[in-house]
């Protein structure tokens, strides 16, 4: 019974609160009605229309001069216009330039070797060589022993049996003293 009592209060309030907007509604129609007739009686003076037909030919007259003069305004501003945006466009473009925004190039990938790339660095006046592999020293490799008696083996099984028993063991002991 208490939900029904809250709903019904609820549906009350929503009809009264629609009520009250329709009628504000209705006065803000009646109120821009006034607004519109007002605007128009101050800056619309009421068309008298004159009896004789050149009276009627100087109206028309007057009315052709107001709406030549309204012509030449918005040909002027439309100069106007026009002018300022190319000098609006003029100005990006430099500004653009001055910036260095426009579109560049993709480069491509020079393969330059290092003497090259200080030869176009410093000009031709310098000269740099950096050609590292000249300026290592060559190194010679000296023959040992071991690795002459290594390469002179020949057959293994020769080897060995010089190597086996009492005598191998001696000539060992005596090559290495």
């Not at 629609?18 to 101050?42: F, M, P």
């Not at 990006?92 to 003497?115: H, T, Y």
């Not at 002179?152 to 049996?161: A, C, M, P």
Request: aromatic share 4%; net charge positive; charged share 40%.
């Amino acid at each position: 019974k208490r939900n029904r009592a809250i709903t019904a209060r609820r549906q009350h309030l929503k009809s009264v609160m629609l009520q009250i907007a329709a009628t504000e509604l209705e006065k803000e129609e009646t109120r821009r009605q006034s607004e519109k007739a007002n605007y128009l009686s101050e800056h619309c003076p009421p068309l008298h229309l004159p009896g004789s037909m050149s009276e009627v030919q100087d109206l028309c007259r007057q009315l052709h001069a107001k709406v030549d003069a309204a012509e030449e305004e918005k040909y002027d501003m439309e100069m106007k216009v026009q002018k300022s945006t190319k000098e609006l466009e003029d100005m990006n473009q430099k500004l653009f330039d001055l910036r260095g925004k426009f579109k560049r190039p993709p480069l491509r990938r020079v393969r330059m070797s290092a003497d090259a790339m200080l030869k176009a660095l410093l000009g031709s006046k310098h000269k740099v060589c950096m050609d590292l592999r000249a300026n290592l020293k060559q190194v010679k490799k000296e023959d040992t022993e071991k690795e002459r008696d290594l390469r002179d083996v020949g057959d293994w099984r020769k080897n060995i049996e010089e190597k086996s028993g009492m005598e191998g063991r001696k000539k060992m002991f005596e090559t290495e003293s």
